[in-house]
């Protein structure tokens, strides 16, 4: 049987914001996620938003691939995710980042004059 290819909205463990985060950085279903992989998926959605995915995001991920809760996933699999983030450096595998434009200098005020 061939494996399914569902709209990433329709994972177990994506929600409405990470489905619409993983869409923003590419992953609109669920061959694509399987093909990138729990963990670069993790890295792309770590530096599109840094303080919002945890841990529990990237076994969220994974779960969606191996369709099981995130906190019901296999101890080889968890381990297996765990390892390859410790393997990889943060971004390694996520596109390059945009560079933020410098602050612009605040103009100084001109004293009024009575």
Do not use: F, S
């Not at 998926?41 to 369709?67: E, N």
């Amino acid at each position: 049987m061939a494996p399914r290819n569902r709209p990433i909205e329709r994972l177990r463990n994506i929600g409405h914001v990470t489905a619409y985060d993983l869409k923003e950085v590419g992953i609109p279903d669920e061959k694509t996620l399987r093909e990138l992989g729990a963990v670069a998926a993790y890295h792309r959605l770590k530096q599109l938003r840094p303080r919002h995915y945890t841990i529990v995001g990237l076994w969220a991920l994974a779960g969606a691939i191996h369709d099981c809760p995130w906190n019901q996933l296999p101890p080889d699999v968890k381990k297996k995710v765990d390892a390859g983030l410790a393997a990889k450096p943060n971004g390694a595998t996520a596109p390059a980042a945009k560079p933020k434009a410098a602050a612009k200098p605040k103009a100084k005020r001109a004293a009024k004059r009575a």
